[in-house]
Every structure is written in C-alpha cells, then in structure tokens.
C-alpha cells in the first residue's frame, strides 16, 4: 500500500481531497465511479484493494453494451476515504473540476473466469469481477492492452449476462441536469444535418407518476422538421427527406421565423380525429386532414437544447407553431397517466406516451426515460394469398407466420384498406400466384375460396390479441413491406433495384436492423464454372437469415473469407478490431497469436450480410457460447471421406452411428458437409466441458470403428487411412470451428451444408444436390431438422451406460 504519488501531487491546504490513512484496512470490496468534470470529462474507476482504491480513469465513461470496449488509463492509488468525496477541486489544484459520485456498491472476483486472486489478476493485467453496484451490474473485465508513455492503458468491458444491454450506452444520460447545464455536446446539433430521432421502450403497463409527463402516441411518420434560412426539410427517422410528399407542410413551416429543429408525428386525421395510417401512405390521394404534431425541439435559433430538460423544450414549442394551421403543440398531462391511456383507447388510438419531465434529448437512443404504452400490438406478417369477395377487389389476405422454420397459418386480414390500396394490392399480387397452399397444414377457410401466393411479401399488421390457437384477433392492415426481389426478377438483377424485408437500400449500403451495411462488387463472380454472383451470395443468406441466426447467435466467429470466388486466394481472420461499431465482438485470449483477439458475433441479419460482403462464403462459428465458452452446445462427428470414394459408403458409415446412438438412447442429427462428407451433430446442452464432449465422441468413432473397419478409420495421417473414411473427433475444441447448418460452401456449384432426415439417407442422396439455389423452397417444404438440437442434451452418464451393453 502506497498513497505517496497520491500525496506528492496535492496540496492539501488548497483542495478538499481526503489525504488518506495508509494505515486503514478493509475486506469490503468497495468500488466507485465518480464523474470527475476536469480539462477534459473523464470517469474515475476505483476499486478497493488492500487498502487503498485501484483507480482508472474512463474517458468515454462505462458501459453496459458488451461490443462497448472502453479505454481505461490506470493512475495513482487513491485512499479508501476518497470513495464518499464529491465536491469542487479549486482550479490550478491537480484534477482541477468537479467531482460527483455516478455510481458506488461492491465488487467481487468472478470465480467462473478465473480462479487467481484480485492481486494476482491485477499482475497479471486481467481483472474479472462482478459488481454490485446502483447503474452497473453484473460481469466486467479490466484488461491491461499496453502502455501509453508512463501510463497503463487497459480496457474495461462489460461482459454478457442478463444485466447487459445492446443498445447505445451512454453513461452522460444518466447524470442529473444541474451537473450537465455548462457542458458542451460532443456534436453541435445544426438543421439540416441528418439526426437520429431519440427513441423509447415500450412496456404494457401504464402508471400514474408526478416526474413524468403523458402524451397522446399519434400513428403516423416520426419526422424531424430542419427550418432556417437555406428552406425546410423534413427528414424521415431514416433519414430519408419526405418534402415532395408533404409539399403541403414545406409551405407552411417556411412561414415560421426561427432557425429552428422539431421533432414529431405527421399523421391524418378522419373526422373523429383519430390517425389513420393507411390514409397517410396514400397522401396527397387520401380523405382526412393532414397534421403535423410537434412534441419536441432540439434546435432553437443557434442554440442546441438536446441538454435541456424536456418540459423547458416543450415550453418554447407553442410560440413557435401558434400561426400554423397543419402544425399543431403535442400537449400533454402530468402524472395522471391511467386516465389519458384510457380515454385514448375508447377513442381508438394506440395508446400514450410517458416521457420523465427531466429527460434531455439523446438523438439515437432508445431511452428508459421515454416510454410507448399500447393497447395495441403489432407484427410482420407473410401474405400467403386472399379471399375472393362478390362485389370487391378481393376479400381478406390470408396471413402466416415462420416459426421454426415452418409457415404457421395466423389469420385473414380484411380491415385498413381503401379501394385504391386494394387495387394496388391485387395488382402486385398477380407476380406471385401459385396453385399450391404454402401450408405444411392448409387452413379451414369455411365460405372463402383462397387464391394461393408464394409467401413473398409480407405486411405490418395491428391486432388487439392471439388467440389459444395462434391467430391474431381484429387484425387491421398498416402497411405493405418492401420485398427482396419480384418473383418473376432475372436471378441476377442488380440488387440496387432490390428492396429488402424490413430493411432498405441505399445507395451503396443495405440499411439493416437499423444499422448501415455496406455491399460491393455484386457482380462480381464466385463461382467461375455456373456463373454464381456475390448478389447471389448475398441474396440466399438473406432469405435463409430468420434460420440460420439462431444457430450462429452468441458464438465467436472465424472469418473464412474468399474475397475474389473461389479460385482466388482465400485467408482466415479472426480478429475484427476494425469491424464497424455496431457488429457486437467478444475479445478473447488466443494461445497461438498469444494476444487478445475481437472474435465477430453474429447476432443478427446485419452482421450475416457484413460477413458475406466480407466474403465469407462459409460461416464457421464455434461449438459454444459467449458466457460459457467451455462447455459446448453440441458434439460434432466429422465423416470425411478420401477422393473418389462413393457416397455410398459415407452413408453407410453415417447409418453405423445411427444404430450406435439409438443403443444409447440419444437423438442425433445429420447433415451435408457442404462437400463430399456427412457431419452428425449431437446435443449437449452446454453441460459438459470440451475434453468430456470429446472423449464421448472418441467412444462412439472406436465402435464404429471396430464394427466395420474395412471402411471407417480413426488414423489422423491421410497416407495411413488406405482409402477409408476418416472418423475426425477432433473438431470437439474449444476454438475449432466447422461450417454451420444452411453455410454455403467455396465448393462447385455452391453447395451448401444441408440438414437431412435420418430416413433420407440412401443412394439416391447426392450432396451436390442441395445447394444455394433451393435450399429456401427446401427449408419452406420440410423446416429446420436442426432446430431441436439447440434446446436439448444427451445424458452422457446414462449414454455410457447403455453403450457398455452392446
């Protein structure tokens, strides 16, 4: 215990600093974080440590987002009575500013990451601790990374568990207005400038509360309203403009004086004057009264208000649109938020808004402090065909939904159209017509004769509840989404023309889960010998997404990528530290490189397509999980048969492990390597370690071995196997990686790694067969085989068991 750099570099006469007993102890395990508001704003990070407080400071502050990897610079221990000190240091006083306590609790050593202790971990520059704390929860790392002159830089990162979050993270969001008043924004909010709305969590339950205000939740398009004297933009949530479909309101708001930024909902109006969404699409060709309700402002002539609290910008609002006629203040009720909700229900709208008096504008984030409260749900759904009806364009669409790979019939929707939309409707339906129910089980449609479509398209509907059976009750049309490719599209259609499920093009992005992917070189060739594309690559992974993510979600990644097709030079990558911030990465040791690596998890259909632009033909994730990397989710058994050798005999091989797995009582499941073998997977629940898995595995390949070792081998040299089919069980490592299920393959023909049923495998199977072409309409006819193997486990103990008797 040393306070004496502490003490070297403060006047106590002259600061309010405590100086500190070198002589106290304590086995508390306390920590603090303090906004410490000097030269610069930073976090003071401080951890009790035999006596005294271990302390980084955190420019960016910390996080709860686990991708949130923070820069932490190590600097003089401070004394245990610095953990209650608030206050102002006198400028020319070392640390000059003010100091406030952002969060304090207690801390301890998170024994299922390591097993050193707090002084060794602390050596050793790899700190796991799980705090306790007011705002941070849960499992962090401190990871010493290198040093900066006289200075350690480490990282802290928040790890995955049930308290960290995937949304933006910022810890100034949750610093009380009085000590934000003086602060500058990192970014000048200018109009004009593309913002980001701020946003809000929904939750079912309103509440009554004096801090909050409520607010009627109008149905229409969020718009950002740029005024100054270049002209008016109104800027769609994406940032899109939508001034030559409001020309109406451009006219109007060029009448207002100020430079100014507004924020709300333009909406139509039926005569009762409530929103009608379906109206809105259809304006300026629509009934109803157009309105624009502003409920915000972040901009008012040269001065940014996002660090004003919400009731002072809502106040200066009515001034600025009381001459308008569209334009009109959103108002609002304090505290009584039951009593609003409920009379906006009987009226017919969706709900209401909670928002926290003292809530500033954070332009990106979806906020605990503004809240959507609806009486009302809603959903994507698959438009599987339409009713006739006598005496109108069409009756209700015939609405499904994908659930484990299978097309759920979820109810007919006849509610939300006019007589335009429905002609639209039926328009475009004609491209996609089939004779073929798209339903593993057909519908009863009593009375109604259904005309069948190719689940393509799909809509956004409104609905008050399902019912036990599954189907939506009163469901009410919103909007028809934009779909990936027409159905009668050339396969290689430049994508720039293409639109893609709850997503849109860009330019030279796909704007994805609300993150910006970037795509290039579609044309390019990747498979030279049938003429396959990188569109086409592309194309296939994003309408295998929805069943492949769960197979690939929370697992570290490694890059197998083929930038140039097939025949051209290929690499791995592992690390992504240069990966865009919104791809989710885990940093993890790694023995051969002997330095941490960012592993990429794909979490979603953004970071799939970020990998296939990449070029990532295959996707290989591991066995396991970002929480207990250890302990894989399922056993893998490679069959890997030499050249030339029949398929036949790789069947025979596979069915031998079958009849050795029904023995033990254990369900397997079988697929495609994507090549010219057969991978059998088998679950294990993440309850058994790599060396357990592995050993398992050893026994199933010796016995199958030992019943037909005229065609299966365990020899590891390829010139020792004599022709045989190589029984690999060594993919069951921690860190080795094999293709996923549904993984296209750098192969001929573009072969990918298909799930079969056990009853499959006979002589007329030919993995070449399954490929990036038809794998869809397979996965639409038969489901995800490998769906159960991510929710099960074997019980390895009676397994063994059961084998010692055969």
Known sequence: MDLSEYNNKRNFSKTPEPKGNEGVKSNDHQYVIQRHQARKLHYDLRLEMNGVLKSWAVPKGPSMNPSDKRLAIRTEDHPLEYLDFTGTIPKGNYGAGEMMIWDSGTYEMDSNESDLSVHAQLKEGNLKIILFGKKLKGRFALVRTAGRNDKESWLLIKKKDSFSVNIPYDAEALVPLDYQANQKLNKEILPGEIIQPMLANS????????????????????????????????????????????????KELQQVENEVILDGEVVVLNKEGISNFG???????????????????????????????????????????????????????????????????????????????????????????????????????LICGYTDSEGATFGSLILGEEKNGILIYIGNCGSGFTETLRKDLLAKFSAYKTDQSPFKTKPTLTGRTPNWLVPTLSCEVTYTEKTKNGLLRHPIFKSLKPELKPANAPINESIEKQKVSSSQYSGEDLHIDGHSVSITNLDKIYWPESGITKYD???????????????????????????????????????????????????????????????????????????????????????????????????????????????????????????ILDAADITGYCKTSGSKGLHIFLPMGAKYLYEEVRNFIKLLC????????????????????????????????????????????????????????????????????????NIPARIQKVGDFFEPLLSTSINMEHAILKLESI
């Not at 909050?212 to 769609?236: C, F, M, P, T």
């Not at 039951?338 to 906006?344: F, I, Q, S, T």
């Not at 070792?709 to 190589?726: H, S, V």
């Open 537 to 659: 690559l592309i194309d296939y992974y994003l309408s295998v997404s929805d069943i492949i993510i769960p197979h690939l979600k929370d697992r570290p990644q490694s890059l197998h990528r083929h930038p140039n097709g097939i025949d051209g030079d290929d690499f791995y990558q592992k690390d992504n530290e240069y990966a865009p911030e919104w791809v989710e990465t885990i940093r993890l040791f790694s023995k051969s490189s002997k330095r941490d690596i960012d592993y990429l998890l794909c979490q979603n259909t953004a970071s799939l397509i970020y990998m296939a632009n990449l070029g990532c033909i295959e996707i290989n994730p591991w066995n396991s999980k970002v929480g207990k990397l250890d302990y894989p989710d399922y056993g893998v058994i490679d069959l890997d048969p030499p050249e030339g050798i029949p398929f036949s005999l790789v069947i025979k091989v596979a069915l031998e492990f079958k009849k």
């Open 203 to 250: 939750i079912k339950e309103v509440f009554n509360d004096p801090n909050w205000i409520y607010e009627l939740k109008w149905d229409g398009y969020r718009v950002l309203a740029h005024i100054s004297n270049k002209g008016v933009l109104l800027q769609s949530r994406n940032g899109l403009s939508l001034n030559l479909k409001f020309m109406e309101l451009v």
């Open 279 to 381: 109206e809105l699409q259809n304006y300026p060709d629509s009934k109803g009264e157009l309105r624009f309700y502003v409920f915000d402002m972040l901009y008012l002539n040269g001065h940014s208000m996002t660090s004003l609290s919400l009731m002072d910008r809502k106040s200066l609002i009515p001034e600025v649109v009381e001459s308008l006629r569209l334009t009109k203040y959103c108002d609002h009720i304090e505290g009584m938020g039951a009593a609003l909700y409920n009379k906006a229900v009987q009226l017919g709208m969706e709900g209401v808004m909670a928002k926290h008096k003292n809530s500033y504008y954070s332009p990106g984030v979806r906020t605990e402090k503004w809240l959507k409260i609806k009486a009302i749900d809603d959903m994507e759904a």
């Open 702 to 773: 010796y016995l199958v071995q030992m019943n037909i070792p005229e065609i299966a081998t365990m020899e590891r040299l390829i010139k020792n196997r004599d022709g045989k089919i190589y029984l690999d069980y060594l993919q069951n490592r921690r860190g080795q990686t094999i293709a996923s299920v549904y993984s296209v393959r750098p192969v001929k023909s573009a072969q990918v790694s298909a799930p079969l049923d056990w009853e499959e495998l006979s002589d007329n199977i030919n993995p070449a067969n399954f490929t990036l072409k």
